[in-house]
């Protein structure tokens, strides 16, 4: 299965952008970059996906690299309800007609009042 | 959209005890799926669904799990004989089919936090 690599923690300051990188090295042609938060006590929430290019929404925007092995959330203004783990997976190919969702250990984000 | 909705929020019960975890997925969905999430394992996939016809079940952990679908509307994840290993959130989440379910976004309910003692 391929695989991401986060880091583990992060902190950001109320109101500044936040860059959350991901590593995914062994990602494959047909393989969707997704990304989803969890707030305390809740499911995981949908944030953003992609593909190839770069990808905006009113939540967060993604940053895909060239090469397709390494992507970037950036959340443009960080608030204190923004304050999560964030996930970053591949959804991934696994035969048959089936997509598996593997997630990770995530980046915990502490904003800072 | 009500979104995915399990039942109960808290469950609690014995060791040997049958438990059953419920889910409504969000309406017009064709897939749906169950994870469970501990401290020590983070969120792992159980079991997906599409139509209603199990498609994967090989993150289902033993013989005691079970989960069904009688309908696009409902799902159900049992365990029997529940053990205090079983204790853990256990999330449904469901998704549309965009293009392609790569391409789909999941969407996940608020979990059921069992706890087998």
Redesign the interface.
């Known amino acids: 299965d391929a695989k991401t690599t986060q880091p583990n923690s992060m902190e950001s300051n109320e109101e500044e952008p936040v860059h959350l990188p991901c590593n995914h090295s062994t990602i494959s042609g047909t393989d969707y970059i997704h990304w989803y938060r969890q707030l305390p006590s809740q499911g995981p929430e949908y944030v953003i996906h992609g593909l190839t290019s770069n990808v905006n929404n009113r939540m967060a925007s993604l940053a895909i690299a060239e090469d397709r092995k390494s992507s970037t959330l950036i959340l443009h203004r960080a608030t204190l309800r923004d304050a999560a783990v964030y996930y970053c997976i591949l959804r991934a190919y696994s035969g048959a007609g089936s997509y598996q969702l593997t997630f990770g250990k995530g980046t915990k984000l502490s904003v800072i009042p | 959209d009500a979104g995915?909705i399990q039942s109960p929020r808290h469950e609690v019960t014995e060791m040997g005890q049958e438990v059953t975890l419920r889910c409504k997925p969000i309406s017009g969905h064709d897939y749906l799926?169950w994870?469970r999430q501990t401290m020590m394992r983070?969120?792992?996939?159980l079991i997906?669904f599409n139509n209603n016809v199990p498609?994967?079940d090989s993150g289902m952990p033993e013989d005691r799990f079970s989960a069904k679908m009688p309908n696009a509307s409902f799902s159900t994840l049992k365990i029997q004989p529940s053990e205090p290993r079983d204790s853990a959130v256990y999330?449904c989440?469901s998704s549309p089919y965009w293009t392609g379910?790569?391409?789909s976004?999941?969407?996940?309910?608020?979990?059921t936090r069992l706890t087998v003692t």
Request: no cysteine; glycine share 18%.
């Open positions: 995915v799926f994870y983070g969120l792992e996939l997906y498609i994967d999330f989440a379910l790569g391409n976004p999941l969407h996940f309910g608020n979990g």
